[in-house]
């Protein structure tokens, strides 16, 4: 018995890796949708404060929508790509380790376990049948905790960023052109700081920290952040410089 559950716990540190792998993508969504509800937000009420006209709040707000998105999408491409390079270039070295010196290997892979508590008898045993089935498997998970399956892809995360700023940036930009010239800016404000105390309530609730306070500090800054914006552009509308 404590042989084959020594044996599971490979496949239960991947179900683990797994699992906290979709919990990031599922927190960097929330965050990507954060940022599209903020800027977009930022951007067009800024513009109320100086015109009242649809044409530019749509301009202005499409351009932030479109803009924004295409940002988050080749900064997320350019970091994941840096982290998937890496992840291949461990697996390839894994690989011509394996390749060239087995023996080598073999003895790493049971210290590996060795260090996560099991007796060097033991260690030697599941390193050598778990070798047998996938060697590269197992010496990927026990000393480098990846998974040659699951190497992040860049594209899936451009696209996944884009998508979140998007849904995020559509809620302010619906929110001023809708309602009535007289109530679009507090309308917008409403709208945006309550999404806002939804998406940091969220994103305490996947990350585990506490969540009336992540939601209080998205709240005050978006909150600030609008002002800013707002203040600005009723400003420069009352100064004549735009119309």
Do not use: C
Not at 127 to 149: K, M
């Amino acid at each position: 018995m404590k042989r084959s559950d020594e044996l599971a716990r490979p496949r239960e540190l991947s179900t683990t890796g797994e699992i906290a792998q979709r919990l990031n993508w599922l927190r960097a969504g929330v965050l990507g949708a954060n940022d599209g509800i903020v800027s977009v937000a930022a951007v067009v009420v800024g513009v109320a404060g100086a015109t009242s006209g649809n044409g530019p709040l749509l301009t202005a707000g499409m351009a932030a929508l479109v803009g924004g998105a295409i940002s988050m999408a080749l900064g997320e491409y350019v970091s994941v790509s840096s982290q998937s390079d890496s992840q291949k270039a461990l697996i390839d070295a894994k690989r011509r380790e394996l390749r060239h010196d087995p023996k080598d290997a073999a003895d790493q892979l049971a210290a590996a376990y060795e260090r996560k508590g099991l007796s060097p008898a033991t260690a030697a045993l599941v390193a050598t049948e778990l070798s047998e089935h996938d060697a590269l498997g197992a010496h990927l998970q026990a000393e480098l905790n990846l998974d040659a399956d699951e190497v992040v892809s860049p594209w899936h995360a451009a696209f996944a960023s884009a998508i979140a700023f998007t849904l995020g940036a559509i809620l302010p930009l619906l929110a001023i052109l809708l309602p009535p010239d007289s109530i679009r800016v507090p309308v917008t404000f409403v709208a945006v700081l309550l999404a806002l105390g939804a998406t940091g309530w969220l994103g305490a609730v996947i990350g585990g920290g506490p969540r009336f306070k992540a939601a209080a500090r998205v709240v005050l800054g978006g909150a600030l952040a609008l002002a800013a914006t707002f203040a600005i552009g009723s400003l420069l509308g009352s100064s004549g410089l735009v119309g």
